[in-house]
């Protein structure tokens, strides 16, 4: 039977996983906004 080290895991620093988060938050803010403006070209073209 193998058995499987676990593989060594990257630790971030606490300013690291703040940054990771902020980007993340900003990702989802972005896509967020992109749904919205689509949504409202949809409605505009549909109503001309």
Known sequence: MVIL????RI???PAEERARRNRSIAI?????A???IFYLVSLAKMAS
């Open 11 to 13: 630790r971030l620093t």
């Open 5 to 8: 080290e676990e593989p060594e």
């Open 28 to 32: 989802g803010i972005v896509l967020v």
């Open 34 to 36: 992109l749904v919205v």
